[in-house]
């Protein structure tokens, strides 16, 4: 049996000189017991005909959204649901654009704005299209809502050029699938809460307290648990991110009913990771009407709210607890100190002072103190593969 029998992946196939090696990719899923449905831009067309990948997949090949459906597996919304994995390859430009912003104009974009299935793309173009400013925010973007990004490789380009743009060898882009897809479940069989997101502290009916935190550390690190096999409680406050699939989701907006959601789970579970930010002060009373404006000063009386995860420190059995420390100094100082009092095995501290990383970008850099002293210091990398950091040291502490 190949090592992807009982798989099914949609491949789509885009208009780049590259459409050519989607064929010995077709072939090569296939040859490991994929089923492959292959889905083609029309441009795609223009470089290998659908007949060639009919043959090689055995399978129907869809490229126009109104062609008479013959078989209701390639209507659009079936195929998305069908794939366990979407598979673009190669990526042009223009593919990466659509689906970075959700145009859904043909058979690809529509299947990929349906599918609730990971999508992993391969970028292949020239050079500077591929370094072209716009692509790479685009790329970011993918990454940021979990599309699995396979690098193109470095080398001669059918346009003249040496530099970044080649799609890797079909042979590297099964090899990634199959990883994708065959990875071990590091997680499974445990269940993981996250917080994310910033709570918010209510002044009146209309007005509260709030940070900056978009949720996009704990998002990512909730996608990932769930996709290393874990069962995951995400505490989210507001935030305007989807919700990470295969992931249990519970909205609160104040810091008290953060803590309320996490404690009603926390005998069971295996790890918590704080990525809230927790706002500390609360509005001592909260207006039941709007708040008038009058002459002079308006003044508020604020107090505290509890410290959530220094209260699950306190109570801490079997479970490995996991803080963020946003500091804008003194950054292993503090975070060593929060380390030790909230009683966790591990922090992960970031200068949120920093314009690239830290809060409502996409990327983050970050030092992680243990608690046995050691400290591991990371580059400027995306929140997912950040995500992937902290879940990988989680699981080599449960095991
Ligand atoms: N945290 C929490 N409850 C709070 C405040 C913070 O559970 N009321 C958690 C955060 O989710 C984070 C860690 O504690 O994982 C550290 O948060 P941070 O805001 O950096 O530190 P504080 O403990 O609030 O300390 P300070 O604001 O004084 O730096």
């Not at 441009?43 to 013959?70: N, Y």
């Not at 925010?137 to 970044?164: D, F, M, S, T, Y």
């Not at 080649?166 to 099964?174: A, H, K, N």
């Not at 990327?363 to 997912?384: H, T």
Request: charged share 20%; glycine share 8%.
């Amino acid at each position: 049996m190949g090592s992807l029998a009982g798989k099914r992946i949609v491949l789509g196939v885009t208009g780049g000189i590259a459409a050519y090696k989607a064929v010995e990719i077709a072939s090569r899923l296939r040859k490991a017991g994929a089923e492959v449905h292959v889905i083609m831009t029309r441009e795609a067309t223009e470089f290998v005909t659908e007949l060639t990948f009919r043959e090689i997949t055995g399978q129907p090949v869809s490229v126009d959204m109104w062609q008479k459906v013959a078989n209701f597996n390639v209507e659009h919304i079936a195929l998305a649901n069908l794939a366990d994995v979407v598979l673009i390859a190669p990526a042009t430009a223009n593919i990466l654009a659509k689906i970075s912003v959700g145009i859904a104009d043909d058979m690809l974009t529509t299947t990929v704005l349906a599918t609730k299935a990971p999508i992993i793309m391969a970028p292949a173009m020239n050079t500077n299209m591929y370094e072209n400013p716009v692509t790479q925010k685009n790329i970011g973007e993918l990454k940021a809502r979990g599309v699995q990004i396979i690098e193109p490789a470095a080398g001669h380009l059918a346009c003249g050029i040496e530099g970044k743009g080649r799609l890797p060898e079909p042979v590297e882009i099964v090899a990634a699938v199959t990883a994708f897809m065959t990875g071990k479940q590091l997680l499974s069989g445990k269940k993981i809460i996250v917080t994310a997101g910033g709570t918010i502290e209510p002044l009146d009916p209309v007005r509260y307290l709030g940070n900056r935190s978009t949720g996009k550390m704990g998002y990512a690190i909730a996608q990932e648990a769930a996709r290393q096999g874990a069962e995951v409680l995400l505490v989210s406050g507001p935030s305007n991110l989807p919700n990470p699939v295969g992931v249990r989701m519970v909205r609160i907006q104040t810091a008290l009913e953060m803590q309320a959601a996490v404690q009603a789970e926390y005998t069971e579970a295996d790890a918590v990771i704080m990525s809230a930010a927790v706002a500390d002060y609360r509005p001592k009373t909260v207006a039941r009407e709007k708040i008038k404006k009058s002459d002079g000063k308006l003044v508020f009386e604020l107090e505290r709210n509890p410290d959530i995860l220094y209260g699950l420190g306190q109570q801490k059995g079997q479970q490995l607890l996991v803080g963020f420390a946003a500091e804008t100094c003194h950054l292993e100082e503090y975070a060593r100190k929060k380390l030790v009092k909230k009683n966790l095995d591990f922090i992960v501290a970031n200068d949120v002072s920093a314009k690239d990383a830290g809060f409502a970008v996409d990327n983050n850099r970050v030092q992680l103190f243990f608690r046995n002293g050691d400290s591991e210091k990371y580059p400027l990398m995306s929140k997912q593969e950040l995500a992937k950091i902290i879940l990988n040291k989680i699981a080599e502490r449960m095991s």
